[in-house]
């Protein structure tokens, strides 16, 4: 029989075999109110069979407004029934042999459907069943949408075997707080699997506890123990290691798995046997592999998971995971724009994928579904699931966590969520189709125009041929997909779907969709400053204004997040009150007109490639940064700031103002000293000022630190030369060894 490929969890379909006798034949489940049929589960009905009987009955209920009895198979007196989970005419019949954890089959017998399952196989066969015949949909965290049926009559011959294409599946948005939205789409959940989940080490080995009285349980950096990393080659590490996981083990018996992984930074420990270790391997995954393989030897009959991120990705020369250790691979270094088989930012994670591959059956996958940098940018990913995760399930992965926005809102998040979930299942499924089939039932009338707006995105990131960078931003993807012009006709489509969801009860779900736009928009106005879809006005005056009604579109725009259950703005960053506030503040500061805005830029050394802000005329466009170094600034990674203005005439100046970001979290710092001089020729130059900075102190938060020069009277020169000398290393507090320090200036402002 042809089966769509709307049908959820559908993978490997195989035909089950009938038993003798059988006969093909339409059961008719419901009529008219009535049924003939009862719902039977087994005599010692385990927790989920219960709870899968009990959703058939209520689904049944919507959809045919019949209320079947659910029985037990002892006590059946009826002759036409409905098999839940493992009844003895189910596993008699041998018809679960086949399945792997997790998978169902639905199949007749005479006049009896078998809904059954291994794992929780038997819940996800009833919500397959539901969707395939009661054409029932669980979009978000509302109720299902169960269509009501006068006659539910299924098909004949129904045969159908479901196995997941991976043993563990995570998809993670708002809707992963959701257990029933969780148990209709397959997916999982962190605190059903986990012990300990993610960066671990010191959750293991708390430096608050430990650091002080024993330095040497951490890593050794620059000569020095730092609170970076553990020191793996330490037993006494390895026996605290063991007794927490037995503490926390003995406080968590059902969890399956338990991370032993290094901590969300570099910093490994360089002493002499943990850098003999990784001499051996050929990298610190070495010592880290080594130490996982101890601990996993102390739980024989438990999982041990381990990253492989950041300076553990690629697999050990010589040691290989014990077999109960599983290895999670993270792609965070792949742009998203093309699949993971093809594109060419991801060649060292199918380097790493090949090479765990070989040498352990346990690899999960780390994917990223968001830009976490800016959770509401729009962020069309979409388009490349099915090759991805197709492509991992021929390297035998047998998980995938994928992650989004988390707990908070983030672009098209409910529609992310329901496609992964349903390829996370069936990769080979038809991802256009349940595209289209949650688009129609989701967005009823709006969703032609919403389809037009997610394809006319695809569309223009491909055309633009710029990356899709999980710590991107729609500032930089105004030279791409989000160009202004762009905005403007997607949120002419929006419009457009909006209209057609007057009156509906629906319409907060397109308005969810144009939060991107909206803050899109915003952004991008900060980068514009004074320009065309900047937030300021240049009339000419001393300094720019604010555009009228600016604050109240801020206003409208925070209301709307924090309706839609928009948290934080990005991982770690700002709530929907705080992204206003901010905007209060650059709202309520002067913003000075830059004397010599516009002035050409001439640059000695190059800046960053990757942060071009607006070239180098960045430097003289009116408009100074903010505490996010992608945008406004220009950069130079381990080389100094020369940088030359044509200004003209200086005459009549008093200062000279310039901003350098101070962002050690990315390595960023001010100058060590800045010097200002001035030409007429622009072959001799005269120094007129220059400051020496103080040294960094140890510190984590970005702030932008002025440097102010007040000119001598009297001066007149056409060209100014600004000269910032960098570090030559960094900090020995933030000091790693594949890192240079570097600065960024946002404005060299002339001021009266």
């Known amino acids: 029989m042809k089966r769509s490929r709307l049908l959820p969890f559908?993978?490997?379909?195989?035909?089950?075999?009938?038993?003798?006798?059988?006969?093909?034949?339409?059961?008719?489940?419901?009529?008219?109110?009535?049924?003939?049929?009862?719902?039977?589960?087994?005599?010692?009905?385990?927790?989920?069979?219960?709870?899968?009987?009990n959703q058939l009955q209520q689904l049944l209920k919507q959809s045919g407004n019949t209320l079947l009895p659910v029985v037990k198979e002892s006590a059946n007196t009826y002759k036409k029934v409905i098999y839940i989970g493992n009844c003895k005419a189910v596993t008699g019949a041998h018809l679960l042999d086949a399945l792997q954890e997790d998978g169902f089959v639905m199949l007749q017998q005479e006049d009896n459907l078998v809904l059954a399952g291994a794992g929780r196989g038997t819940e996800y066969a009833v919500y397959a069943f539901a969707e395939r015949f009661l054409r029932a949909r669980k979009y978000d965290t509302s109720a299902a949408v169960v269509p009501q049926q006068a006659t539910l009559a299924l098909p004949p011959d129904i045969r159908i075997t479901s196995n997941p294409a991976f043993g563990y599946r995570q998809s993670y948005y708002p809707m992963s707080n959701n257990n029933a939205y969780l148990d209709w789409h397959g997916l999982q959940r962190f605190e059903?699997?986990?012990?300990?989940?993610?960066?671990?080490?010191?959750?293991?080995?708390?430096?608050?506890?430990?650091?002080?009285?024993?330095?040497?349980?951490?890593?050794?950096?620059?000569?020095?123990?730092?609170?970076?990393?553990?020191?793996?080659?330490?037993?006494?590490?390895?026996?605290?290691?063991?007794?927490?996981?037995?503490?926390?083990?003995?406080?968590?018996?059902?969890?399956v798995y338990w991370s032993v992984s290094p901590n969300d930074e570099a910093g490994y420990c360089t002493c002499p046997l943990c850098r003999k270790a990784d001499e051996e391997e050929g990298g610190p995954q070495g010592s880290v592999i080594r130490f996982v393989n101890k601990v996993a030897a102390a739980f024989p009959s438990k999982k041990i998971t381990t990253l492989a991120y950041g300076y553990t990705v690629q697999p050990p020369r010589i040691t290989k995971p014990a077999g109960n250790v599983y290895v999670f691979l993270s792609s965070i270094d792949a742009?998203?724009?093309?699949?993971l088989a093809d594109i060419a930012s991801a060649a060292a994670f199918r380097k790493a994928l090949t090479g765990w591959s070989a040498i352990t059956n346990n690899i999960f996958i780390w994917d990223y579904a968001t830009e976490f940098t800016n959770y509401l940018a729009p962020f069309p990913r979409l388009h490349t699931l099915s090759a991805d995760f197709t492509y991992l399930q021929k390297n035998k992965v047998k998980g995938i966590f994928e992650q989004g926005s988390g707990d908070t809102y983030s672009d098209i998040a409910e529609l992310n969520s329901y496609v992964q979930a349903k390829l996370l299942w069936d990769p080979a499924a038809d991802q256009q189709a349940i595209v289209t089939d949650f688009c129609q039932g989701y967005y009823g009338k709006a969703a032609p125009y919403v389809i037009k707006y997610l394809e006319a995105r695809d569309a223009a990131l491909k055309q633009s041929g710029r990356h899709l960078d999980i710590y991107g931003s729609p500032v930089a993807d105004s030279r791409g997909f989000l160009a202004p012009t762009l905005i403007d006709s997607y949120d002419q489509l929006l419009e457009k779907a909006a209209q057609a969801l007057e009156g509906t009860g629906l319409e907060a779900r397109v308005s969810r969709i144009r939060l991107s736009l909206d803050y899109t928009v915003l952004q991008q106005a900060r980068h514009f400053g004074k320009d065309q879809y900047g937030f300021l006005t240049d009339n000419g005056g001393a300094a720019y204004p604010l555009k009228p009604d600016w604050m109240k579109r801020v206003n409208r725009f925070v209301q709307a997040c924090k309706q839609a259950g928009v948290t934080e703005l990005s991982e770690g960053g700002l709530s929907p009150d705080?992204?206003?506030?901010?905007?209060?503040?650059?709202?309520?500061?002067?913003?000075?007109?830059?004397?010599?805005?516009?002035?050409?830029?001439?640059l000695l050394y190059p800046y960053v490639e990757d942060y071009p802000a607006k070239g180098n005329r960045t430097l003289t466009d009116g408009m100074t940064g903010f505490t996010d170094f992608s945008y406004n600034w220009l950069c130079f990674y381990g080389t100094d700031m020369v940088a030359t203005l044509d200004a003209a005439n200086i005459k009549g100046?008093?200062?000279?103002?310039?901003?350098?970001?101070?962002?050690?979290?990315?390595?960023?710092?001010?100058?060590?000293?800045?010097?200002?001089?001035?030409?007429?020729?622009?072959?001799?130059?005269?120094?007129?000022?220059?400051?020496?900075?103080?040294?960094?102190?140890?510190?984590?938060?970005?702030?932008?630190?002025?440097?102010?020069?007040?000119?001598?009277?009297g001066v007149e020169a056409r060209l100014i030369r600004v000269t910032a000398i960098n570090a030559r290393e960094l900090p020995a507090w933030r000091n790693y060894s594949n890192k240079k320090p570097m600065i960024a200036c946002d404005e060299i402002m002339l001021l009266p």
Not at 194 to 206: A, E, R
């Open 335 to 339: 742009f998203r724009e093309q699949s």
């Open 653 to 713: 100046a008093g200062n000279i103002s310039i901003n350098f970001l101070d962002d050690p979290r990315h390595w960023i710092f001010p100058p060590e000293q800045v010097i200002l001089e001035t030409s007429a020729d622009g072959k001799t130059f005269t120094r007129l000022a220059s400051k020496t900075m103080d040294k960094p102190v140890e510190h984590n938060e970005a702030g932008i630190v002025n440097v102010l020069f007040k000119l001598p009277a």
């Open 192 to 255: 059903e699997l986990w012990g300990i989940w993610g960066h671990s080490f010191f959750k293991l080995v708390p430096p608050a506890t430990y650091f002080q009285a024993h330095p040497e349980y951490y890593a050794l950096v620059n000569g020095k123990r730092r609170t970076t990393q553990l020191c793996l080659s330490n037993a006494s590490v390895l026996q605290i290691t063991v007794d927490r996981l037995r503490e926390l083990m003995q406080d968590s018996p059902d969890a």
């Open 578 to 602: 705080q992204y206003g506030a901010e905007w209060k503040q650059i709202a309520a500061r002067p913003w000075p007109a830059n004397r010599a805005a516009g002035a050409a830029v001439t």
């Open 10 to 53: 559908c993978i490997g379909i195989l035909a089950a075999v009938m038993p003798a006798g059988a006969m093909a034949r339409n059961l008719v489940l419901t009529a008219n109110g009535k049924s003939e049929y009862a719902i039977v589960i087994p005599e010692a009905a385990k927790k989920g069979e219960l709870k899968a009987a």
